[in-house]
C-alpha cells in the first residue's frame, strides 16, 4: 500500500492596498515610534522609519530572524499611563519596535493581523516573561512588556515610518 503525501497549500497572506481601506469602517491606530536595537538586552532607539523584511523582522534589529517574536508591538496609551506615574522612560526603552496609538494590542487574540502599509503583521504571542527584572524595572520598580507587549511575524515586508497608519486585517 503506497502512502500518500499531503502537502500543505502555501497560503500568501491578502494585502490590501492602504488607499482602498475606509478608516470610518475598521479600527485604526497610528505609528508613534519605530525602534532597534543592535544588542539583545539594550533598550531600543526610535529611528523614525524602518524596513520591514519578510519572515525575519525588522532590518538592523537585533531581535529579528526566522522565530516567532520578530517584532514587538507595545501600546503608546500604556507607555503613557506609565509615563504618568513618573517614570522617564524614551520610546522604545521597553524593547518595542513598534510603539502604535490606538490599540489595546494584549486584547486582540493570537492570529490576529494587522496592516501598516504594505507591511502584514501577526500575533504569535500575548506578554512575555521578564529575564532577571530588566533595566527598566530596577530604575522604576515595574516593567509593562511582560504585561502590555505582544510579538508578531512579518508576513508581507515593506516600509512603515512614524505617523503611518496601522489597521486590523481582515
Known amino acids: 500500500m503506497e502512502m500518500e503525501i499531503i502537502k500543505p497549500e502555501i497560503i500568501k497572506p491578502e494585502i490590501i492596498k492602504p ?3 475606509k478608516s470610518e469602517t475598521i479600527k485604526k491606530g497610528t505609528v508613534k515610534a519605530v525602534c532597534i536595537s543592535e544588542k539583545k538586552g539594550t533598550a531600543k532607539l526610535n529611528i523614525n522609519r524602518g524596513k520591514f523584511i ?3 523582522g525588522l532590518e538592523r534589529d537585533a531581535h529579528a530572524g526566522n522565530w516567532h517574536r520578530q ?3 507595545l501600546s503608546y496609551e500604556r507607555v503613557e499611563e506609565f509615563r504618568a506615574r513618573g517614570a522617564n522612560v524614551g520610546d522604545g ?3 518595542e519596535n513598534l510603539l502604535v496609538e490606538g490599540f489595546d494590542f494584549k486584547t486582540y487574540p493570537i492570529g490576529t493581523k494587522f496592516q501598516c502599509n504594505e507591511v502584514l503583521l ?8 521578564c529575564h532577571s527584572e530588566c533595566e527598566i524595572f530596577r530604575q ?4 509593562i512588556m511582560p504585561r502590555e507587549g505582544v510579538f508578531a511575524v ?3 515586508g515593506g516600509e512603515i ?9 481582515k
Open 161 to 169: 515610518k512614524v505617523g503611518d497608519d496601522m489597521y486590523v486585517a
Open 71 to 73: 517584532i514587538s508591538l
Open 93 to 95: 526603552a521597553f524593547g
Open 154 to 156: 512579518v508576513l508581507h
Open 19 to 21: 488607499e482602498t481601506i
Open 122 to 129: 501577526e500575533i504569535t504571542q500575548i506578554g512575555k516573561q
Open 140 to 143: 522604576v520598580g515595574d516593567c
Open 54 to 56: 519578510e519572515n525575519f
